[in-house]
């Protein structure tokens, strides 16, 4: 599945961002959804993950409360409504797509996922 994020770009901290995930493909509902990002001088890391049907997500603890990950299978693209942003959260922050059965547990790990977007650009000023 090709897959095309959007939607960084800089702000304050304390600001709201949503990026957008959008795929080519007509399958987009046979995968799972997950978002990871990547700082400055960082390895990759897990942020979110949402199930085939939207029903089940999963969150880092570090943004826990402030991000939301949801999708919309009509569309094909999947969302990460990011609030309360800090400096820290600075990073590209990648969507990728997991084939999973329905009932299977979501993944945190990289290597799970089948295919990934470009990236997109978050910077958060102080």
């Known amino acids: 599945v090709q897959l095309q994020a959007s939607g960084g770009g800089l702000v304050q901290a304390g600001d709201s961002l949503r990026l957008s995930c959008k795929s080519s493909r007509r399958a987009f509902n046979l995968y799972a959804m997950g978002w990871f990002r990547q700082g400055p001088g960082k390895e990759r890391e897990f942020v979110a993950a949402?199930?085939?049907?939207?029903?089940?997500?999963l969150y880092a603890d570090s943004v826990k409360g402030r991000f939301t990950i949801s999708r919309d299978n009509d569309q094909n693209t999947a969302y990460l409504h990011m609030n309360s942003l800090k400096p820290e959260d600075t990073a590209v922050y990648y969507c990728?797509?997991?084939?999973?059965?329905?009932?299977?547990?979501?993944?945190?790990?990289?290597?799970?996922?089948?295919?990934w977007g470009q990236g997109t650009l978050v910077t958060v000023s102080s």
């Open positions: 990728a797509a997991d084939r999973l059965i329905m009932s299977a547990p979501l993944h945190i790990d990289a290597s799970e996922y089948d295919s």
């Open positions: 949402v199930s085939r049907s939207g029903a089940r997500t």
